[in-house]
T-cell receptor, first 115, second 110 residues
Framework: NAGVMQNPRHLVRRRGQEARLRCSPMKGHSHVYWYRQLPEEGLKFMVYLQKENIIDESGMPKERFSAEFPKEGPSILRIQQVVRGDSAAYFC?????????????FGNGTRLTVT | GENVEQHPSTLSVQEGDSAVIKCTYSDSASNYFPWYKQELGKGPQLIIDIRSNVGEKKDQRIAVTLNKTAKHFSLHITETQPEDSAVYFCAALFDYKLSFGAGTTVTVRA
C-alpha cells in the first residue's frame, strides 16, 4: 500500500511565478491536510479538505494561496505570484474517513525555493 | 486554538542512555497526542500516539505518558541508538486539527 505521494520533491520558482504542489493521499483516505514547515520550525496547519470540499482553510493566507481536492485526481496546493517568504517545505497528510486527524500519515514533502 | 510547547529544543545523549522530551498543551478538550520522528529530507513519521483515556503507552524502546490534569505529555526513548538521531515533534488534536510543537533535535553520540 503506497504511502502519501507528493510531487515534485523540489520546486524552484522565480518571484512572481506560480507554484503547483500535488498530493495523492493513501489509498482509501478521503481527508487531506496541508502543512507548511519553515527551516528549523514546526509544522503549521494550512488547510483541511475532503473530496470536493474545503473544510477549514483558516491557516492559509487569504491571498495568492488556494487548495483543492477534486473528486478525481490529486489534491493541489496552488501559490500564485510567489515571493521569497513562500520558500518552505510543504507537507501533505491524509487520514481515512471517520478518523479526522488521528492518525495523520505524511508524505515526504515538496521543498519550494523562490529565487 | 490549541497551543503546544515542546522542550528541549535540542538534546544530545550518549548511546545507550535515555532521552526524554516534554510537551504541554493549552486546550483541555484535546484528546489525541501523537509523536512524530522526522529525518533529514523526509516527512514526519508517526512513531507512537496516546489517547486521553490512557495514561501511558509503550512500544519497545519508546514510551509516552500523559497527564491530563497538568496538560502535559512526554516521550521517553530508552537505550538510545545512533538511528534515533532525528527531529521529534509532539502534537495535540483539537477540533480535528493537529497542532505541533516546535520540535526537538536529538543527537545520539556513539
Amino acid at each position: 500500500n503506497a504511502g502519501v505521494m507528493q510531487n515534485p520533491r523540489h520546486l524552484v520558482r522565480r518571484r512572481g511565478q506560480e507554484a503547483r504542489l500535488r498530493c495523492s493521499p493513501m489509498k482509501g483516505h478521503s481527508h487531506v491536510y496541508w502543512y507548511r514547515q519553515l527551516p528549523e520550525e514546526g509544522l503549521k496547519f494550512m488547510v483541511y479538505l475532503q473530496k470536493e470540499n474545503i473544510i477549514d482553510e483558516s491557516g492559509m493566507p487569504k491571498e495568492r494561496f488556494s487548495a483543492e481536492f477534486p473528486k478525481e485526481g490529486p489534491s493541489i496546493l496552488r501559490i500564485q505570484q510567489v515571493v521569497r517568504g513562500d520558500s518552505a517545505a510543504y507537507f501533505c497528510a491524509s487520514s481515512p474517513p471517520g478518523q479526522g486527524a488521528s492518525p495523520l500519515h505524511f508524505g515526504n514533502g515538496t521543498r519550494l525555493t523562490v529565487t | 486554538g490549541e497551543n503546544v510547547e515542546q522542550h528541549p529544543s535540542t538534546l544530545s545523549v550518549q548511546e545507550g542512555d535515555s532521552a526524554v522530551i516534554k510537551c504541554t498543551y493549552s486546550d483541555s478538550a484535546s484528546n489525541y497526542f501523537p509523536w512524530y520522528k522526522q529525518e533529514l529530507g523526509k516527512g514526519p513519521q508517526l512513531i507512537i500516539d496516546i489517547r486521553s483515556n490512557v495514561g501511558e503507552k509503550k512500544d519497545q524502546r519508546i514510551a509516552v505518558t500523559l497527564n491530563k490534569t497538568a496538560k502535559h505529555f512526554s516521550l521517553h526513548i530508552t537505550e538510545t541508538q545512533p538511528e534515533d538521531s532525528a527531529v521529534y515533534f509532539c502534537a495535540a488534536l483539537f477540533d480535528y486539527k493537529l497542532s505541533f510543537g516546535a520540535g526537538t533535535t536529538v543527537t545520539v553520540r556513539a
